[in-house]
């Protein structure tokens, strides 16, 4: 779904007036929107979630069991309490703001998310650096001292970083960095 398309719907449930003004922010210069959401990118860079939603590589990571399963979906669905390897935090970095389920990425993408890492400060002030693997994915066993909700987090690569600027209840990430964005997000979680 276009992200613009899922604001509008979401506006249309607060007021008209909204809807037009949700309708307007979408058509708005990208400089605005980076600024409110926490982006890295300076004035002048192209949008990431303004990009179309397609999977470049073309092809499509099967199978589980390896770093590289499946990137994009919610991992802790599977990998909760109690359900085979247990992760606290896991999710994916992509390249572009919006890309299927699964997609496999160029190889030109895999060395550059390879080279990213995600940090997450808990609610305690500690923070774990996770290293990003060629698919995008990243992933938090169960640490010595238990994760305390809620989190932030950010993505650092190059030098340059992304910050979430809310705090989640949830470590796992591609359950609201959706394809198409679910919960509030513009879609997925973008290299800086
Ligand atoms: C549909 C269910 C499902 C989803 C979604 C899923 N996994 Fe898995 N994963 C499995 C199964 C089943 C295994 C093999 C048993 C195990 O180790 O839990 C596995 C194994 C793994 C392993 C190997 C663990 C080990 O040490 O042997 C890693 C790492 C992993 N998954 C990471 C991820 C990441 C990261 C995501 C999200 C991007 C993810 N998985 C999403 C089902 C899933
Ligand atoms: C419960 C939903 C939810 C979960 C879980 C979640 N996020 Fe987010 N995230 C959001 C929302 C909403 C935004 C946009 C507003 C903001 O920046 O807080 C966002 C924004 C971001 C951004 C900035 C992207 C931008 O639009 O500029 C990054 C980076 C990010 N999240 C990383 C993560 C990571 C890493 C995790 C997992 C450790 C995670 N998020 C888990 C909801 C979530």
Redesign the pocket.
Known sequence: MHPCLGRSARAAFVTIGALFAFAAACEAPAPLETAASGSASGGGEPDPWAAPDVCEGGSYWSG????D???????I???GPG???E?VL???VFTTGHVPDACKATPAQQGDLGQAHVFVKDAAGVVLTLPVWPSG???QKPPAAPLVLPITAWVAAGGRERHMLGAQMSGDC?ACHTDGGDAGTRGRIVLP
């Open positions: 589980q069991g390896t770093k399963m499946s990137p994009g979906t919610p991992c669905g599977c990998h359900q085979g390897t992760f896991a999710g994916t994915n990243f992933m591609n």
